[in-house]
C-alpha cells in the first residue's frame, strides 16, 4: 500500500490544481445535456474565386485560409471535414471559438463563406467537445488522468481504515448498479 500521508497530498494538491478546468468541464456539460450550449453570431461573405471550387478537403481549406489571410483572421482550432449535400458538397471547419463554413452557389466563380463566431459560453462548450487545439486536448487528457487518480486513490484512502471497508464496498456495489441501471432506462 502507498503511504497515507503520501496519498493525501497527491489527492489535495492534484484535485486543486485541476479544479478550474473541472468546473469548466462539469458546467459546460450539466447544461449541454438540457439543451443549453451558448450562441453564435454568423457572418456569410461571397468570395470570388479564380476557378470553381472543388470537391476535394485540402483545396476548400486552402480558400478558407487565403480568404481570413486577407481579413487576419485565425483559422478554427479544430478540424475540416468535406460534407456531401444531396449533389453538392461543403467544406465545414470547427474550432472553438468559430465555426466555418464554405460552399458553392450557383454561379460557379463565387463561394459562400459562413462564419460564426461563438460566444464565451459557446467557446466553452466548444473545447469541451474537443473542438480547440493540440494543447487543449493534452489539458483535457490530463483532466481526465488526474480524475482517475482522484477517485482511484480515494477509494484506496478510504479501503486503508477499516471503519470505512464495509461503507465503501457497499457504495461502490451500489454505485456499478446504478450505472447498470442508468444504461438499461436510458
Known amino acids: ?65 487565403q480568404a481570413f489571410r486577407k481579413q ?9 471535414n468535406l460534407k456531401k449535400l444531396g449533389n453538392s458538397f461543403q467544406l465545414e471547419w470547427t474550432g472553438a471559438s468559430k465555426d466555418v463554413v464554405l460552399e458553392p452557389t450557383a454561379a460557379p466563380f463565387i463561394a459562400e463563406l459562413k462564419i460564426k463566431n461563438h460566444s464565451w459560453h459557446r467557446h466553452f462548450v466548444q473545447l469541451h467537445k474537443a473542438k480547440g487545439g493540440v494543447v487543449f486536448k493534452l489539458y483535457a487528457t490530463l483532466l481526465a488522468v488526474v480524475l482517475l487518480f482522484l477517485l482511484v486513490s480515494g477509494f484506496m484512502m478510504a479501503w486503508q481504515l477499516p471503519k470505512f471497508r ?8 451500489l454505485g456499478g448498479v446504478f450505472f447498470v441501471l442508468m444504461l438499461v432506462v436510458s
Open 1 to 65: 500500500m502507498i503511504d497515507r500521508m503520501v496519498l493525501m497530498k497527491a489527492h489535495v494538491l492534484l484535485a486543486v490544481f485541476i479544479l478550474p478546468v473541472a468546473i469548466l468541464f462539469f458546467v459546460t456539460g450539466a447544461l449541454y445535456t438540457w439543451g443549453i450550449k451558448g450562441d453564435s453570431d454568423t457572418v456569410a461573405q461571397k468570395i470570388v474565386l479564380q476557378q470553381p471550387l472543388q470537391e476535394q478537403l485540402g483545396s476548400l481549406v486552402t480558400v478558407v485560409e
Open 166 to 173: 464495509k461503507m465503501t464496498l457497499i457504495s461502490t456495489g
Open 72 to 80: 487576419d483572421i485565425a483559422v478554427p482550432s479544430g478540424s475540416a
